[in-house]
């Protein structure tokens, strides 16, 4: 009887650990794309200046900085191959520029003239096609001291949707007599990568569980006869959308940050991750369904629904 309690302790031990690996093999990396920081391009010389509404903005020019530096595609496929190492996802940059030449879409973003206004940068179209839930920026510098070299690095991981930095890795690896650019920083970086990695995975974790973060603005149309204090069976079209708006967010969390008869401002929006298919779920798709929710009885609202980078959707109440 003793025997048949033991097998059965250690079959149990075996099916908890089993169950414990293949929990661990399906948790779900966040996808990266690697991105040189606009220092780096611009004290390279890779920018590239459009005006938007009579103001000069400089923006990075990856495409010609692929074209022209060997020393930016072998850094980063070193970087790619340390992250693909410890299990995170990566997309490739250069391969999304073609995807996005492609398409045109840079070129329309881009090559504006007479002041027209730029609804994305660069580096949100890239991300939207890239669906990469974090950038990596990386900027590193090489240092000479007689005939030995370093190679001084920072990397900053930056949420794709708020832009915030969500983790951080920065240093100066040991002289050494390598002449090879990334060999230099793949040293410099070793050091670091595990910590940086563990934030990454940390602030994934977290949006897995409590969602992604998003900004929403609702504003009206001055055309619009309505406003956004008109009552529906006795309640303000505000407090309707700030109902829908719990109803709809992960865990009910959002913050009404203003509200009026004519705009309304909703801030740390949670959003989920994915949909119900396992899809990666984006805000302009996912706040479609408030744009669907007001154009339909009894409300029968025009809304626009427009996007600003990533990370912010603005829905205008009164006209398409």
């Not at 865990?251 to 119900?276: H, W, Y």
Request: proline fraction near 3%.
């Amino acid at each position: 009887m003793r025997n048949i309690n033991i097998l059965s302790l250690l079959v149990s031990v075996f099916f908890v650990l089993v169950c414990n690996q293949t929990i661990s093999a399906q948790a779900k990396k966040p996808t990266i794309m690697v991105v040189p920081s606009d220092v780096w391009c611009n004290e390279n010389g890779y920018m590239r200046t459009y005006k938007n509404q009579g103001e000069i903005v400089k923006v990075p020019d990856y495409k010609r900085a692929f074209q022209e530096n060997a020393d930016l595609l072998l850094v980063i496929s070193k970087i790619n191959g340390l992250m693909a190492d410890r299990g995170f996802p990566l997309k490739n940059l250069e391969s999304e520029i073609k995807s996005l030449e492609a398409e045109s879409a840079e070129d329309a973003l881009i090559t504006s003239k007479n002041g027209a206004e730029v609804a994305e940068t660069p580096i949100d179209k890239l991300r939207k096609s890239a669906k990469a839930d974090i950038v990596m920026q990386l900027t590193w510098k090489l240092n000479v001291a007689g005939p030995k070299k370093s190679v001084t690095f920072n990397l900053q991981g930056l949420d794709s949707y708020t832009n915030k930095q969500i983790a951080t890795a920065a240093g100066t690896g040991s002289p050494s007599f390598s002449a090879e650019v990334p060999l230099l920083l793949e040293e410099a970086v070793l050091n670091h990568i595990d910590n940086f990695n563990a934030s990454l995975q940390s602030h994934f974790d977290d949006l897995f569980a409590n969602g992604r973060e998003i900004k929403v603005r609702i504003k009206r149309f001055d055309s619009w006869a309505s406003d956004l204090e008109k009552e529906y069976e006795g309640q303000e079209l505000g407090l309707i959308i700030e109902d829908w708006m719990s109803s709809n967010t992960v865990k009910g969390r959002f913050s009404t940050t203003n509200a009026t008869e004519n705009l309304m401002l909703f801030e740390q929006v949670r959003i989920p991750l994915f949909d119900d298919n396992g899809n990666a779920t984006d805000a302009r798709r996912y706040m479609s369904k408030l744009q669907k929710f007001l154009q339909a009885a009894p409300y029968k609202i025009p809304v626009k629904l427009m996007t600003k980078g990533l990370g912010e959707v603005v829905l205008v109440l009164g006209d398409k």
